[in-house]
């Protein structure tokens, strides 16, 4: 569903279907659910992947860059090991570098079966990371955002990365594989001594709202500490209830995590939380009832991380400049609210940067009115989509 938020903003479900004839897409080739798992598809397979990755006995998942781009492509991980599993091709899969333990938690990764080959492997992973173990891998797929168009099939449009990065190796390797959307994996909460503390020290307790204030794009991306308090003592005055405000920052740097009070305001309790380790997060956003952030990578992250039954709050991304169906996980609980400039970026299958699209005015997150946003969460939060 898409709504009217304010003038100039809107809101747009994360369950809602997009028709292929509303935005610029590229045809899949076929319609997928005419096709049963396992059968051949009616476009050609790349030969020289299938041809090296049915050799290899390891596949090494190797992400470098950032967290948001990480997550986004898991999906296509999770395509290989389904091809690889209709084929009863027995592989050990290991992750490294900065994201191994987050990737574990997806059920991605998997111990060493004994019967697997050994002494070839394929490396998939960013630029960076493939790049770095080329000369240890017999073929190496490197998932970068900007590849994967829109695809269309089924009469639908499939936007979001997740979706676009299945897609598109399932096309490569030329068989149709099992998933469906949503495509992005989910990353289970586990036992941690920080989130424990803090639902001891009463953090955790009633209406409990989660602002990502980090950003790699802080003069576009910032909606700053200021408007998410605003944002939590409307929403908490509406809802008539106390609210606690976690205020979560990047990634830790020299002195590690910081964790800070502020001064109670009248209806919002507030505690900065810098530097906490994606691990944390992890358990930690499941416990809260709302998450709103901008388009970064713990919002994603946010979105992707579950309760053990499954469970946790709505997720709202906000977007600014770029397109709100892209840089989503597709998974029904992740939200966006959306200037006519992001729509525009969605509409055309475009980016304001790639593409150098300038817009009329200089648009900035200030084009999203607490107030407005406020009655987007107190809906979500009420069990009602906007």
Known sequence: MTTVASAGIRFHSGSQAIPAAAVHTTPLGYDRRDIPVGVPLPVPASAALVDRLSGCGEIEVAFEGKLGDTLLALSTVRALLDWLRLRSILVAVRAVGPYAALMARSGLVTRTPATALRGRRAVIGDRAGVEARASEAVVGLVC????????????CAH?????????????????????TPPFAPLLPAVPSELVEELHAMGWLNGLTIAAITATSWPERKDYTAQRYIELAELIA???????????IGGEADSSGTRITTEGPRRHVQILRLDGVPADHLTSLFPRCQLVVGNDTGLTHLAAMARGRDGGGPPVVGLYARHSHSKWRTGLPHHHAVATDLSDRMHQGD???VRDAIAPNTDIHMNAFPPAA??????????GVCP
């Open 144 to 155: 970068d955002p900007g590849s994967p168009p829109c695809w269309s099939s089924d009469g």
């Open 350 to 352: 475009l980016c304001p």
């Open 237 to 247: 005055e509406r809802w008539q209830s106390q609210a606690r405000l976690l205020l």
């Open 159 to 179: 936007p979001d990365l997740p979706s676009r990065n299945y897609l598109a190796l399932e096309r490569r390797l030329g068989i149709r594989l099992p998933g």
């Open 373 to 382: 946003l406020a009655q987007v969460c107190l809906d979500l939060l009420n």
